[in-house]
């Protein structure tokens, strides 16, 4: 069975402290893996998406990689908007089936 | 462009009665897929449906069915209520081309089963 494991489930950190989300994953066959932002009480809000071993991408202070079991979520010097639970997701095979992990809660104080 | 569509926002429901949630995807995407998201459970797969078939399912049981339009549209039917219900339901399209696979997701209906 697919699973997906975030670590840590809540992170605090103060405004332009520098961290890391992880995403561990345990699939055959990866097709895809996908970092969501969501903000409370709205739907999730797409961000990257991975599709193979040693693959970048960036956004703004966001920067996400892949390895062949994980994804980190790089947030440099993060700022208050950035406060939301970040999701991570693995699409396996064909078709949309795609697995969420349960997400990390970040806040950033001011 | 006009964003994930879903009616409606909010629905109070006592048990034993059924309920029909509405999704209207982005224009041009034709795979809609559905989940159920919990404080405990994080977002769950229910179904997903592309040019009117169902092609995956999550392990939900009976009660929760879907369909699809010819225009793309969805809606998911849940009967007989259970308080273990209440979630916001979630509805996201895709593109599905090559390369293109991300979900963009929809604001939810907040479900609640008293």
């Known amino acids: 069975e697919d699973q997906v494991t975030q670590s840590p489930e809540a992170l605090r950190l103060q405004e332009g402290e520098s961290s890391s989300l992880n995403c561990s994953y345990t699939?055959?066959?990866?097709?895809?893996l996908f970092w969501y932002r969501q903000d409370p009480g709205k739907g999730p809000e797409f961000l990257f998406t991975?599709?193979?071993a040693g693959e970048e991408k960036e956004k703004e202070r966001l920067k996400a990689t892949l390895t062949k079991k994980e994804s980190f979520l790089h947030i440099t010097a993060p700022k208050p908007e950035d406060s939301a639970t970040y999701l991570c997701a693995v699409q396996v095979g064909g078709y949309q089936k795609v697995t969420f992990g349960i997400g990390t809660k970040l806040q950033v104080i001011p | 462009k006009a964003g994930v569509t879903q009616t409606p926002r909010y629905l109070i429901k006592t048990r034993g009665q059924q309920v029909t949630l509405s999704c209207s995807p982005i224009s041009g995407h034709r795979s809609v897929s559905w989940y159920q998201q919990t404080p405990g459970q994080g977002l769950q797969f229910l179904f997903e449906?592309?040019?009117?078939?169902?092609?995956n399912k999550g392990n939900f049981p009976g009660r929760f069915s879907g369909r699809q339009f010819s225009n793309s549209r969805s809606e998911m039917n849940v009967s007989t209520l259970e308080l273990g219900d209440s979630a916001l339901y979630l509805c996201?399209?895709?593109?599905?081309?090559?390369?293109?696979?991300?979900?963009?997701f929809g604001p939810g209906t907040r479900l609640t089963v008293l």
């Open positions: 991975l599709y193979s």
């Open positions: 996201a399209s895709s593109l599905e081309i090559a390369g293109d696979d991300e979900q963009f």
């Open positions: 449906y592309f040019s009117e078939t169902q092609r």
């Open positions: 699939v055959s066959g990866l097709r895809g």
